[in-house]
């Protein structure tokens, strides 16, 4: 008898959390309330020892949007909300705002302090926006090409928490292709042709290359199918709506053998690549396999009707002509239809950016009106610099998202334009002429750099309005360090209007990371710096007054190693273009001097960078071969790894230097000895009485990038040296000498 008053009593409390109150005080049953054990699992996982100290409840949405609450209940937090997301959003506030914690890529702070924060008045969010997007096809190589699932895990407890709704989830499809063309009659050599290895996935799966870092394993392959099970169970469980793969015409290269009586057109991507094949969508078997890739995808998937297709990424179509532009579209989403009738086409916007002469109104509109209305919505991918919204009457009536893409090819340099991510998200959403716009979202092509700007970005969530950029850089730093700084403080203002004042769209480089040459600038390397550097410089004394008292915070200690890098790197320019300035005056004494202390500010960088985990070439090249199952796979994996942030594709590749880091490892590994052998190079030109050949220099050391990328060298994932004071260190040594490189520099009010 007391087991059934238990089992009752225990029924009835847990309903009652799942009792909604009508504006009119009647009770109403919620048949459909979703499981909240996901959300107090990620609660256990951020704060083990205060799960205990939190409530989740149940709340509807309001007005079909997501919605939030938190309030005080006893010796409690009540977190609600409509589902894991929101209620991982709903705590997430409390860490920012009541417990002053943050969590981030680069360092967090969940220090909760004593006595354990309350909640002294009922807090209620409701977003303004239907979809929330999160991620770049080019994130899943720049940054995740290595991820496993408690990498996975972190980032999708990140994602909830920051109220992320639509993910992007690419991995695994790579066994969907296999078994979808195994089953045509292609077999091993059709597809080591056709797969790429894994750090060049996102590439390959928009159809701009074949092959480059194979052949793809059955192991990896299974591995990554697995992967994104794990990835997918949790993203929906906490209310996520994923983004799958479609198809969009890539085959074999070896399609025109076997089906030699099928229509093929070829595309050439803007790199040095060869053409891939693209089913011609007039043929029935555009329709057929598509149909059987997304039978294959949603029956080792499962679906929530979102699907990503990019057919022409950064590639001209075959034709401009709108009827064929039309007939492509409606045989991709006829594709997607015949397997999912709500299926919708969810479309990165980049192509409009990226080749505007062609994607004038009238293609833009056959591509469009192939999709019925409300099936499609368009990725405005670089809406904070290069909106596409604003010129083409909001993508001409579609759904659309604005997105901040931010960054390209994980380059680590500090940059980006706080102030029109503070307000221009809400501008938009206010905008009469704003149209359809349905979310917004963040698109870089990689993360774990610049924290501030993201989290900057991600506080547009759960608001339609601006952001007060002052107020909210002080409660950042009050959060990310664990306590307020007047020092940090006056630190912060300074990097708004520096480092974080402007948005170069490829960012800032150092010339060490550019091909070794006497110019300012060389291939993907762009040195040009939008501010005073010597504010800067002020912004980094702020940082080194406020160390003694900061210097144990894991986000302080990586802002100011990431402060002092930029400082060095900037100042790294100028050294450059000093020594380059003596050799071409024939001064060689002063052209010595200065090139010997290029050399060991390329040391002493390396040493700086070496004390965070963040920044070392070991933590990538590592893990690269930990994804290997034997030691040919393992050296192919560091193979794909290093060739990526280097030549990125063979030694005569057109992009070389695009995903360029300034990591420790790197400076000391591969740009130093090639800056020494530009160096050497030099003195023998001069020894013989020639003047240097540049174009024969690059030559030469191509085939050295090369063999750096086949080489399997070690390099630690450990960090070495204590932060602060090899910071510290570094501002002692460095501060007169950047402060004579910059005599003409006026200083703003900001650090005068």
Request: glycine share 6%; hydrophobic share 40%; charged share 25%.
């Amino acid at each position: 008898m007391k087991l059934m008053i238990m089992k009752s009593l225990i029924i009835a409390a847990v309903c009652s959390v799942f009792t909604i109150h009508s504006a009119v005080g009647k009770t109403l049953r919620e048949p459909q309330a979703p499981d909240l054990k996901p959300a107090a699992d990620l609660i256990k996982r951020v704060l083990p020892k205060y799960a205990d100290r939190f409530k989740i409840v149940y709340i509807p949405k309001e007005d079909n949007k997501d919605v939030f609450e938190l309030e005080t209940e006893g010796s409690k937090v009540v977190l609600k909300g409509n589902n894991g997301v929101s209620i991982a959003s709903a705590f997430n506030y409390w860490l920012k705002n009541y417990a002053h914690c943050d969590i981030s890529w680069n360092g967090s702070n969940l220090n909760i302090p004593k006595p354990f924060p309350l909640v002294s008045e009922k807090v209620r969010k409701v977003t303004p926006y239907k979809y929330r997007h999160y991620l770049n096809y080019c994130t899943f190589n720049y940054t995740a090409s290595w991820w496993d699932w408690e990498r996975w895990q972190w980032e999708i407890d990140f994602m909830a928490m920051n109220g992320i709704n639509m993910p992007l989830a690419l991995t695994g499809q790579n066994s969907i292709w296999d078994k979808v063309y195994r089953s045509m009659g292609f077999g091993d050599q059709d597809m080591d042709a056709f797969f790429s290895g894994p750090a060049y996935f996102n590439w390959f799966w928009m159809g701009n290359l074949d092959a480059w870092g194979g052949p793809l394993s059955k192991d990896f392959m299974k591995f990554h199918e697995d992967l994104q099970k794990q990835i997918l169970a949790r993203e929906r469980e906490l209310g996520m709506t994923p983004v799958l793969p479609s198809f969009t015409g890539h085959v074999p290269p070896s399609f025109k053998e076997k089906f030699p009586e099928v229509k093929l057109n070829t595309t050439q991507w803007g790199i040095n690549v060869a053409p891939v094949y693209v089913l011609d969508p007039e043929t029935p078997l555009f329709t057929e396999i598509g149909k059987k890739f997304l039978e294959e995808l949603t029956r080792t998937f499962g679906t929530d009707h979102l699907y990503s297709a990019d057919t022409f990424n950064e590639m001209i179509p075959p034709s401009n002509d709108s009827l064929y532009l039309n007939g492509m579209a409606k045989k991709i989403f006829n594709s997607m239809t015949a397997v999912d009738t709500q299926a919708t086409w969810v479309m990165q916007g980049w192509m409009f950016l990226d080749k505007p002469n062609f994607w004038q109104p009238t293609q833009m509109k056959a591509l469009f009106s192939a999709v019925p209305e409300d099936k499609l919505i368009v990725l405005d991918l670089n809406s904070e610099v290069y909106p596409v919204w604003s010129r083409t009457e909001a993508f001409y009536g579609e759904n659309w998202i604005w997105n901040m893409l931010h960054n390209f090819g994980g380059r680590v340099s500090m940059y980006g334009d706080m102030e029109k991510i503070a307000k221009d998200p809400a501008d938009a959403l206010n905008d009469p002429k704003s149209g359809k716009m349905v979310g917004i979202g963040l698109t870089m092509e990689a993360i774990e750099q610049n924290p501030a700007i993201y989290a900057l970005m991600f506080e547009n969530v759960w608001r339609k309005e601006r952001i007060p950029l002052g107020d909210w850089l002080k409660d950042y730093a009050h959060r990310r360090y664990g306590s307020r700084n007047p020092e940090a403080e006056k630190g912060w203002e300074i990097l708004e209007k520096t480092v974080y004042g402007h948005q170069p769209w490829w960012g800032t480089s150092s010339i060490i990371t550019g091909r070794p040459t006497f110019e300012k600038e060389t291939t993907w390397t762009y040195t040009h710096i939008p501010y005073n550097s010597l504010e800067l410089f002020g912004a980094l004394e702020h940082f080194i007054a406020a160390s003694g008292n900061l210097r144990k915070s894991e986000g302080f200690q990586y802002d100011l190693v990431d402060i002092t890098r930029q400082v060095l790197a900037n100042y790294s320019n100028v050294l450059q273009q000093d020594f380059a300035k003596d050799y071409h005056n024939k001064d060689i004494r002063a052209y010595l001097e200065k090139r010997n202390r290029f050399l060991q500010l390329i040391d002493d960088m390396d040493k700086l960078l070496a004390t965070r985990k963040d920044f070392l070439l070991g933590r990538w090249l590592n893990e690269a071969r930990r994804r290997g199952s034997n030691d040919r796979e393992k050296d192919l994996f560091e193979k794909n790894a290093r060739d990526l942030i280097t030549l990125w594709l063979d030694k005569d590749c057109n992009i070389h230097e695009y995903a360029a880091k300034e990591w420790s490892g790197m400076l000391r590994g591969f740009y130093k000895p090639r800056w020494e052998k530009f160096f050497a190079y030099v003195d023998e030109c001069d020894a013989s009485g020639k003047a240097p050949d540049m174009k024969q220099f690059e030559e030469n050391i191509k085939h050295w990038e090369w063999s750096w990328v086949n080489a399997n060298e070690p390099y630690t994932e450990k960090p070495t040296g204590d932060p602060v004071n090899v910071a510290l260190a570094m501002f002692k040594k460095y501060a007169p000498l950047i402060k004579s490189a910059y005599p003409n520099s006026t200083l703003s009010k900001n650090n005068k």
